[in-house]
Nanobody, 116 residues
Framework: QVQLVESGGGLVQPGGSLRLSCAASGSVFSIDWTGWYRQAPGKERELVAG???????EYADSVKGRFTISRDNAQNLAYLQMNNLKPEDTAVYYC??????????WGQGTQVTVSL
């Protein structure tokens, strides 16, 4: 199994930046894709960004050009650098990993609030 723990959320003003981290443990060798999702109050959880072992990237249209996903495989860490944050980015952000081809693991989530 894979366990994930997020960190780095908080309160930031519009236009500010945050970097989220996701630490993986357990069967990390079997992870082939890592992603970040978010869920705002009253809305469905949505994919924000994802990265494969080969470095292929995907982003939601709403965050392209502002967010960057990356991985440090040696440290079993994944990051989401968020720049030019907007109030509509306010949500709980979750790290997700796909491993053993079909299994997934979720972190506990970290709150990001963008407000004056």
């Amino acid at each position: 199994q894979v366990q994930l723990v997020e960190s780095g959320g908080g309160l930031v003003q519009p236009g500010g930046s945050l970097r989220l981290s996701c630490a993986a443990s357990g069967s990390v060798f079997s992870i082939d894709w890592t992603g970040w999702y978010r869920q705002a109050p009253g809305k469905e959880r949505e994919l924000v960004a994802g990265i494969t072992n080969g470095g292929n990237l995907e982003y939601a249209d709403s965050v392209k050009g502002r967010f960057t996903i990356s991985r440090d495989n040696a440290q079993n860490l994944a990051y989401l650098q968020m720049n030019n944050l907007k109030p509509e980015d306010t949500a709980v952000y979750y790290c997700n990993a796909r491993y053993e081809f079909i299994r997934t693991s979720w972190g506990q989530g970290t709150q990001v609030t963008v407000s004056l």
